[in-house]
């Protein structure tokens, strides 16, 4: 078994080839949104560093998941300059704030939910590489490709950290929650086109 193959059995559903058809008719905001999640990855890991100081495991994946997103940011912001892209500013999809109301306000389950949603937005950043792929020009394929090793080990450590805070206690319960939180955001439409947004309900791409 692949790692993304355990990446699909873990999210409840695909992403849908209404995105995927969108996706590749605009590939430059493709590729802005791309690097805008690649910065948000790198800063959720950092203040999760400067909050929870007294966990060395959290401290060292954290800090490596870190210079990794921020590696890929670079790498995404070269393609786009090479082909001409001018990187401006867009807002966020709804998908990543709508993941976290659900997280628990109280410690420890504010940390615990705060991992998942991590590792369900790194399962799925994953899963879209890879549908993405084949459809790709040989340049951007070979990117994207070379990013599943990295996204599924981040999805793994998000996960391997909120059992270890859990102490014992399953978390099967808090994963399945943020899992339908999730589905529903990816099956039902939306009004922008990102990253992460379900498929297109409006007649054009909205910025």
């Known amino acids: 078994m692949t790692p993304i193959d355990h990446i699909v059995q873990f999210l409840r559903c695909e992403t849908p080839d209404d995105w995927i058809a969108t996706a590749l008719e605009n590939p430059a905001l493709l590729l802005i949104d791309h690097a805008n999640c690649e910065k948000k990855a790198a800063s959720t890991a950092m203040n999760l560093m400067y909050r929870y100081v007294d966990d ?39 998908y990543a704030a709508e993941l976290r109301k659900s997280v628990r306000s109280t410690e420890p389950g504010r940390l615990i939910d705060t991992l998942i949603v991590g590792a369900v937005i790194e399962a799925r950043s994953c899963e879209r590489f890879a549908k993405l792929a084949p459809h790709l020009d040989e340049e951007l394929k070979t990117f994207y490709l070379s990013l599943l090793k990295s996204e599924a080990r981040h999805y793994q450590d998000y996960l391997g950290l909120a059992e270890k805070v859990a102490a014992g206690e399953s978390i099967a319960a808090r994963i399945d929650t943020f899992l339908a939180v999730e589905q529903s955001l990816v099956l039902q439409g939306d009004r922008e086109f990102r990253f992460h947004s379900g498929p297109l309900v409006c007649d054009r791409v909205c910025e």
């Not at 940011?73 to 393609?79: G, N």
Request: charged letters at 35%; proline letters at 0%.
């Open 56 to 94: 060395f495991e959290l401290l060292n994946k954290m800090s490596r998941l870190a210079r990794e997103e921020l590696r890929h940011f670079e790498q995404v912001i070269a393609l786009m300059e090479k082909r001409g892209i001018d990187y401006r500013q867009i807002s966020a999809s709804r």
